[in-house]
């Protein structure tokens, strides 16, 4: 179960809405039972999303949704009273959802939706062991707008095309665990450099070490 809370950004002032086709944006909150309460458990989710329409000139109502953030697992693996449970060690993870809606009957204030997508949770490596979970997952959901649908200018932007470059470099610090055979926390360093170039203020493309 997700429940999603957004809003339309249709102003023609903001480049990156005009560029990626003015998307959704907001946050989700989820609840999912695995099917297995004793062993595996549920998770309670909290991640940002942003939603695009895909293939508008070709299918109509056709929208990529995705969202990363945060879950809490209440079940976890143990060595002597939950082994089998491999996937998930830690309450706290990350957590991926990706998903294709298509909007099957519309109204001026709400969408019928059928969906298919993906989620995934995994804690990074913090603790092993870490072989995640990974959920393919149908859904019929209720895309309900507080008023009537606000009209799109459909006429081009009119943002000119530039380009800015960039460098950039980071320092990081943390804690990792590298193998099942010594899990315990390690310290972990990181330092990178990149350059490249940022298209049009949403685009950004670069590469660089670590």
Do not use: C
Not at 81 to 96: D, E, P, R
């Amino acid at each position: 179960m997700f429940f999603s809370l957004g809003r339309y950004n249709f102003s023609r002032n903001k480049e990156w809405a005009a560029r990626l086709n003015y998307p959704k944006t907001g946050i989700s909150a989820g609840y999912i039972d695995f099917g297995n309460s004793e062993k595996i458990g549920r998770a309670y989710i909290l991640m940002p999303f942003i939603e695009f329409s895909i293939f508008k000139k070709s299918v109509s109502g056709l929208n990529l949704h995705i969202g990363i953030g945060g879950s809490y697992m209440d079940t976890q693996y143990n060595i002597e009273t939950n082994a089998l449970n491999k996937a998930i060690t830690t309450k706290v993870n990350w957590s991926f959802r990706s998903f294709v809606y298509y909007d099957m009957f519309k109204s001026n204030t709400t969408d019928w939706r059928f969906g298919l997508g993906f989620l995934h949770h995994s804690n990074g490596h913090a603790k092993l062991p870490n072989q995640g979970l990974n959920s393919l997952a149908a859904s019929l959901s209720a895309k309900i707008d507080t008023k009537t649908k606000p009209k799109i200018d459909t006429k081009p932007h009119n943002f000119k095309s530039k380009s800015q470059t960039y460098i950039t470099t980071r320092f990081g610090f943390g804690q990792n665990v590298l193998s099942e055979t010594f899990n315990t926390k390690k310290e972990v360093y990181t330092f990178s450099m990149s350059a490249g170039k940022i298209i049009n203020n949403t685009f950004k493309f670069g590469g660089g070490f670590y």
